[in-house]
């Protein structure tokens, strides 16, 4: 009986996937910008993207590197206030906690990351001196901190009125008693899976020397546990650059992407021959595939760029889109392809 019962979850999961509105493959084939010779390009997740993308630009337009790129692009939604998904403005963790978690990587293998980061703006740029200035590739915590400042960076409160006050509202309406397995009955409590509540930029840059990085940080899923890391800051999980082959970051719920190690398959999988988008909707429903209870019900999605310039992204849930920019179109928004429609 239990395995009837599975074989009838991956059944009806293999038939979603198939359903897939007809108008939602035609437009992300559509927008889709095709790669030439020669293609510099920056894509980031989710609407905010867009103005990362600008931000990158302005460095790959003047022939400028890919890591420098896409460390400018993440800085931009970690100093907006307005974002309370990244950085400055953040939600915090249930106890009031504002923590960052954030990795860099280049075409090279070349890495860093931090981890449960508090009292630091930029994230991103203290992983890319991780990178650069230490032996290791994550760091976490108070050592974190510690390195932070030991490099120069300055410490300030990233709580801002209006998370607090958001957070405070949180408290009113949500009992916190710690429990095992608390962190899944409790994710998204007061906060809607939408578009108002991802919880990731994750930027891939190709540059005109034909050289991949890519970004990715975080605040993390509002209300989580005190200590919570997701995906943003493990290489292979948030964030994979392979430049013989290409790119990919994802977004959403970190355990479902930890546990696939879901940016390295994406990138894996272009190893083996599939297109961006064929990469990415493969890992996706691999993701259904080894919690489909848990997955259907929140969102996960990747985006990836191949060493051609070739973009792609797909998704569990409808809603997820990124940004394209280019040397055409630096403000291109495509709808994602997703599993579940609207």
Not at 200 to 220: E, F, M, Q, V, Y
Request: aromatic share 6%.
């Amino acid at each position: 009986m239990n395995d009837r019962r599975r074989f009838l979850k991956t059944a009806a999961l293999g038939a979603a996937a198939a359903a897939l509105s007809p108008m939602a493959e035609a437009s992300d084939t559509a927008a889709k910008p095709a790669a030439t010779a020669g293609t510099i390009r920056v894509v980031s997740t989710w609407d905010f993207g867009i103005a990362a993308n600008h931000a990158a630009w302005a460095i790959l337009s003047k022939g400028g590197h890919s890591l420098d790129a896409v460390e400018a692009g993440a800085r931009v939604p970690e100093a907006d206030i307005k974002n309370h998904s990244v950085g400055l403005g953040g939600y915090p963790d249930r106890d009031g906690h504002v923590t960052l978690d954030a990795s860099i990587m280049d075409a090279e293998a070349n890495c860093g990351g931090v981890a449960c980061l508090e009292d630091i703006e930029h994230a991103i740029s203290v992983a890319r001196k991780v990178m650069e200035a230490t032996p290791h590739v994550l760091l976490v915590g108070e050592g974190a901190l510690q390195f932070a400042l030991a490099q120069g960076f300055k410490k300030q409160n990233l709580l801002t009125p209006a998370a607090e006050k958001a957070w405070k509202e949180w408290l009113k309406t949500s009992k916190y008693q710690p429990q095992a397995n608390s962190e899944v009955r409790d994710y998204g409590a007061g906060v809607p899976v939408d578009k108002n509540n991802h919880d990731t930029i994750g930027i891939l840059a190709l540059d005109a020397h034909g050289k991949l990085a890519g970004a990715c940080t975080t605040s993390g899923a509002a209300w989580k546990m005190r200590g919570r890391v997701g995906d943003s800051p493990i290489i292979g999980a948030g964030l994979y650059v392979d430049g013989e082959v290409g790119a990919a970051t994802s977004t959403g719920m970190g355990e479902e992407v930890i546990r696939n190690a879901g940016s390295f398959l994406v990138v894996e999988l272009m190893r083996q021959g599939r297109s961006p988008t064929e990469a990415c909707k493969e890992a996706v429903l691999r993701v259904l595939h080894k919690h489909p209870s848990t997955a259907r019900k929140t969102q996960v999605a990747f985006l990836a760029m191949n060493k051609d310039g070739e973009v792609g992204g797909y998704a569990i849930q409808h809603g997820f889109s990124y940004a394209v920019c280019d040397a055409k179109n630096q403000d291109a928004l495509i709808p994602s392809q997703s599993v579940f429609g609207a």
